[in-house]
């Protein structure tokens, strides 16, 4: 892999921020480091770009150690969340920033500046001054400065979190088809899930210093490998449930027993596991209570009341309170508010954390 971070570790004021965080990032990947704010991404970015040490790790690329390399040699764009364009100058000078820094000569810089600026739709503003344009405008000019000089690896600290909800999912898709079209490896650093979503090859997923999971979006959506990766995501479908036979897989959940699949060993008989339901999953099947199959059917039946149905592209999103938990599923059929219904998950879907 190009980008090789190993067992960065890095504190402040004797707090531990960065506990031996390691990932790897492939040529023409975009990654998307996600965690709650705080949680020292920014930080990591810095440490990879050469502005701060770590206390102990290394980033190596193609296989060479960074560590006495200062920043500008490193051939890295980082593009900081507040974009930290130079206000006095125009939109042009702006962008042409780094190329001059490599001396390049006057014609070679013009023509580079200009076909950023056509990349990101801006050709026409290049006489601007970067204080008379929006937030959106700005957030392009700051990506067409950082791609600019070419760099190896393009990082971005959170490039869409000044922007209203609105703008964002724009941005996004002209974001993403650039990024393809630079063919570069990306860092981007987000505390947005859906934002992560929408762009990652990868998920990186940091909490309290040390890296809980990582994996293609949809394996992570699919399998959260713990509580916080499900919570983070806005999985909130956790039953807790007690073990009836460890060698059997049988576990005892809402008055059914449920046959666990294959996923993490289970504690002894009466531990407690939590399990996680998925809102939308194939076999799931919502009945309203009259028409409910019989209660001996294997797996798992949950009863409860419809609390709000929310119609969403296509399908209906539902809130279903039962006597002890709000679960969230997704049905094609339509269900009102006060509905009684049974819930049939099936096992074989039910996973530990
Ligand atoms: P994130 O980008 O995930 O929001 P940061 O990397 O910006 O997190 O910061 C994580 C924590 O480290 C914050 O609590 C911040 O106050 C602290 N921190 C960051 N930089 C410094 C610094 N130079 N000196 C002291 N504390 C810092
Ligand atoms: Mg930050």
Same mark, same amino acid.
């Given at each position: 892999?190009?980008?090789?971070?190993?067992?960065?570790?890095?504190?402040?004021? &004797?707090?531990?921020?960065?506990?031996?965080?390691?990932?790897?990032?492939?040529?023409?990947?975009?990654?998307?480091?996600?965690?709650?704010?705080?949680?020292?991404?920014?930080?990591?970015?810095? /440490?990879?770009?050469?502005?701060?040490?770590?206390?102990?790790?290394?980033?190596?690329?193609?296989?060479?150690?960074?560590?006495?390399?200062?920043?500008?040699?490193?051939?890295?764009?980082?593009?900081?969340?507040?974009?930290?364009?130079?206000?006095?100058?125009?939109?042009?000078?702006?962008?042409?920033?780094?190329?001059?820094?490599?001396?390049?000569?006057?014609?070679?810089?013009?023509?580079?500046?200009?076909?950023? +600026?056509?990349?990101?739709?801006?050709?026409?503003?290049?006489?601007?001054?970067?204080?008379?344009?929006?937030?959106?405008?700005?957030?392009?000019?700051?990506?067409?400065?950082?791609?600019?000089?070419?760099?190896?690896?393009?990082?971005? *600290?959170?490039?869409?979190?000044?922007? *209203?909800?609105?703008?964002?999912?724009?941005?996004?898709?002209?974001?993403?088809?650039?990024?393809?079209?630079?063919?570069?490896?990306?860092?981007?650093?987000?505390? *947005?899930?859906?934002?992560?979503?929408?762009?990652?090859?990868?998920?990186?997923?940091? &909490?309290?210093?040390?890296?809980?999971? /990582?994996?293609?979006?949809? *394996?992570?959506?699919?399998?959260?490998?713990?509580?916080?990766?499900?919570?983070?995501?806005?999985?909130? &479908?956790?039953?807790?449930?007690?073990?009836?036979?460890?060698? &059997?897989?049988?576990?005892?959940?809402?008055?059914? /027993?449920?046959?666990?699949?294959?996923?993490?060993?289970?504690?002894?008989?009466?531990?407690?596991?939590?399990?996680?339901? +998925?809102?939308?999953?194939?076999?799931?099947?919502?009945?309203?209570?009259?028409?409910?199959?019989?209660?001996?059917?294997?797996?798992?039946?949950?009863?409860?009341?419809?609390?709000?149905?929310?119609?969403?592209?296509?399908?209906?999103?539902?809130?279903?309170?039962?006597?002890?938990?709000?679960?969230?599923?997704?049905?094609?059929?339509?269900?009102?508010?006060?509905?009684?219904?049974?819930?049939?998950?099936?096992?074989?879907?039910?996973?530990?954390?």
């Amino acid at each position: 892999m190009p980008l090789d971070v190993r067992k960065i570790y890095k504190s402040y004021d &004797n707090a531990p921020l960065l506990k031996g965080v390691s990932f790897s990032v492939d040529s023409g990947e975009t990654v998307c480091l996600l965690g709650r704010s705080g949680s020292g991404k920014s930080t990591l970015l810095r /440490i990879i770009a050469g502005l701060e040490q770590p206390e102990s790790g290394t980033v190596l690329w193609d296989g060479v150690d960074l560590l006495n390399t200062p920043v500008h040699e490193r051939g890295f764009s980082l593009m900081f969340q507040d974009y930290a364009l130079f206000p006095h100058r125009s939109v042009e000078q702006n962008v042409a920033f780094g190329l001059r820094m490599q001396n390049l000569p006057a014609d070679t810089i013009h023509s580079r500046t200009m076909e950023m +600026l056509e990349l990101v739709h801006m050709a026409d503003f290049a006489r601007r001054r970067v204080t008379d344009l929006s937030g959106g405008e700005q957030q392009r000019i700051a990506l067409a400065r950082a791609l600019a000089p070419r760099p190896k690896l393009l990082m971005l *600290d959170e490039p869409l979190g000044a922007l *209203d909800r609105t703008l964002k999912q724009s941005l996004l898709d002209e974001l993403r088809r650039i990024i393809r079209k630079a063919n570069i490896p990306v860092i981007y650093v987000t505390h *947005d899930q859906e934002e992560a979503f929408s762009i990652a090859d990868r998920l990186i997923m940091l &909490n309290a210093g040390e890296i809980e999971q /990582i994996g293609a979006p949809e *394996d992570v959506y699919r399998h959260p490998g713990s509580l916080w990766v499900a919570g983070f995501l806005g999985l909130g &479908n956790v039953l807790s449930g007690s073990v009836v036979s460890p060698s &059997n897989r049988t576990v005892s959940v809402s008055g059914c /027993i449920v046959n666990m699949p294959e996923c993490k060993p289970l504690p002894e008989a009466g531990g407690r596991v939590n399990l996680l339901l +998925l809102p939308d999953v194939p076999g799931l099947k919502i009945h309203r209570e009259c028409d409910a199959p019989d209660p001996g059917q294997p797996g798992l039946n949950l009863h409860g009341t419809v609390s709000e149905s929310v119609f969403l592209e296509g399908k209906y999103r539902l809130t279903v309170q039962t006597n002890t938990h709000t679960l969230q599923f997704v049905s094609q059929a339509r269900f009102n508010s006060g509905d009684k219904v049974t819930i049939h998950y099936p096992s074989e879907e039910v996973q530990c954390l």
